[in-house]
């Protein structure tokens, strides 16, 4: 199939760009790599008035750090990160995360905004950047805001953005240099949509974790009282002190009532701790 015909608008500035969101009659799209948007216009579950190309906006591709905070802008792609064409304030992670996602052309022109904006809660950076702490900049002819990775998903492919808003950058804290990293998902083969996600960032030594369950049907469980998977202390014996019964019932209470998708996150969540230790 092909797409229902659409304006076509490619500004050079995010100035512009607004002002196309605030000016165009109907609904506005924004399309930067295009590896969502594409299929989805032709299969027309989708019909635009207007398509808005940001590819065309070098604020959008910078990668900039400021004391202790990366922050990459929206079209910065999969691939600028699996080369190390950007700052690595992540030890790696980061990088890992990157060259596990899809496959090369996917990465090649994805864009970690773009990934962001589809709110897909199996998307790699859905999880992995709640885990890292990160936080976005939203944008709309109003200013700007900025909101934590954590609370941007409210569900599948819904997020926080309101309509004449963009995802401007993305700003990722540098890793504390005693803290463990991991990030494991399971696909049927590679490339394929992940049907569990275990993303972990734990600093024994600061006796804290972030722990991040993704891939289900909602927004990504995150793990407040993560202490309470360890037995209630987080040091380095955390590998066996993990807690596999509380792990389900922290999914059964999210909503998850299939035990074989329950026994699946948790598995894949006990290979991520494992990896950290």
Not at 102 to 125: C, E, F, K, M, Q
């Amino acid at each position: 199939m092909k797409p229902p015909s659409f304006s076509y608008e490619r500004p050079r500035d995010i100035v512009s760009a607004l002002s196309v969101m605030t000016g165009a009659e109907g609904m506005v799209k924004i399309i930067a790599g295009g590896q969502s948007l594409g299929p989805m216009l032709n299969l027309r579950l989708v019909a635009p008035d207007t398509i808005l190309d940001i590819t065309g906006i070098a604020e959008l591709k910078r990668a900039d750090m400021d004391r202790n905070v990366l922050t990459l802008g929206a079209c910065i792609t999969h691939a600028d990160i699996e080369d190390g064409r950007v700052p690595d304030v992540t030890r790696g992670a980061m990088q890992r995360v990157a060259t596990n996602i899809a496959y090369r052309a996917v990465r090649n022109r994805g864009t970690i905004g773009g990934s962001l904006s589809h709110a897909d809660p199996s998307a790699d950076w859905v999880s992995s950047l709640i885990a890292l702490g990160a936080s976005l900049s939203l944008r709309s002819a109003e200013g700007a805001r900025r909101v934590a990775m954590r609370d941007f998903i409210l569900g599948a492919l819904e997020s926080v953005i309101e309509p004449d808003e963009m995802l401007e950058a993305v700003h990722v804290p540098v890793m504390s240099p005693t803290a463990r990293w991991a990030y494991v998902k399971s696909c049927r083969k590679t490339g394929e949509f992940a049907h569990a996600i275990g993303a972990v960032l734990i600093d024994p030594d600061a006796g804290k974790a972030r722990i991040v369950i993704g891939a289900v049907e909602a927004a990504p469980v995150v793990v407040d009282a993560a202490a309470e998977l360890f037995g209630g202390k987080i040091d380095g014996d955390f590998k066996s002190r993990f807690d596999a019964r509380v792990a389900d019932r922290l999914l059964t209470n999210a909503g998850m009532s299939d035990a074989v998708d329950r026994h699946m996150h948790v598995a894949v969540l006990r290979k991520a701790i494992a990896e950290a230790a």
